[in-house]
């Protein structure tokens, strides 16, 4: 797998349409950093002496768009997988550069790129409104290696092929994770959370156990080198992600809650 690495990091893009924020490292890196700053020193360090800001307006139209963003998404995913793509689901690869429904598979797997940056002004709202706790490693981490991992895929893999057919299982989740947002943007906040909450993470695990076992799949493929690298990426990150969601799971609904003392 080491040798696979190094020769899949030392090749030149596969596909020579470069699309917005696609061209090298730099852009990338640069809005990674800008949004650790921001979150962890600069945001802080501004709200310290401020009251939260109200933003209820913006969140709600936040959460409508990325719930139309991701239903239109899905649409048109499976609508490409299942027609024009013609995918074969035993060894998924990426349309040849000459393929009538090239620029389909280009736009639809960039609009999932997209919508990665489009996630980190979640984190920018809970700065904004004082929500520090909600700011976890699992969180940072996910939304950083998100944007990063896709940007990597689609610079040295290409667009489209089998990190196309995992994304688009998170694509669902999203959906469901930003109904829940706007779902609790419409109650009160001493109402509690909704009871479906914790269905969210599950859903997130049998995504990621999904993945993991389709990589798997895959590399038993023994004619299907064209993924097999992709295959190990997406089953190596869902085994961390299965570890980190499982281990939020546990303290969030399973792991026993202290007693409140009361005030004496």
């Keep these: 797998m080491l040798d696979d690495l190094v020769n899949f ?54 959460n409508i768009m990325q719930i139309l963003y991701n239903v239109i998404m899905l649409v048109f995913a499976i609508h490409f997988m299942l027609g024009p793509g013609d995918f074969d689901f035993r060894c998924i690869s990426n349309l040849p550069p000459d393929h009538a429904y090239k620029t389909w598979e280009r736009w639809l797997t960039y609009s999932y790129f997209f919508n990665k940056l489009l996630d980190l002004l979640e984190t920018v709202f809970f700065v904004l409104r004082k929500k520090d706790r909600q700011i976890s490693f699992l969180h940072l ?34 959906i469901m994770m930003y109904s829940y947002y706007y779902q609790s943007s419409l109650r009160s906040n001493s109402r509690g959370d909704l009871w479906w909450k914790k269905y969210i993470t599950i859903v997130q695990l049998v995504q990621f156990g999904i993945i993991l076992g389709h990589s798997l799949f895959t590399l038993l493929q023994p004619d299907c080198p064209s993924a097999r690298f992709s295959a190990y990426c997406a ?11 499982s281990n939020f799971y546990y303290h969030a609904y399973m792991k026993p809650k202290r007693p409140v003392k009361k005030a004496i």
């Design 141 to 174: 981490f996910h939304h950083m290696y998100m944007l990063y991992f896709c940007f990597m895929y689609l610079y040295y893999y290409g667009y489209g092929g089998h990190g196309f057919f995992m994304c688009f299982f998170n694509v669902i989740v999203h």
């Design 235 to 245: 089953g190596t990150i869902s085994i961390v992600f299965i570890i980190l969601f």
């Design 9 to 62: 990091l030392n090749k030149s893009p596969p596909d020579p349409v470069r699309l917005p924020l696609l061209g090298g490292h730099k852009p990338v890196l640069m809005i990674l950093a800008a949004y650790l700053l921001f979150v962890k020193v600069v945001g802080p360090k501004i709200m310290k002496k401020r009251r939260p800001f109200d933003l209820r307006g913006p969140i709600k139209v936040y």
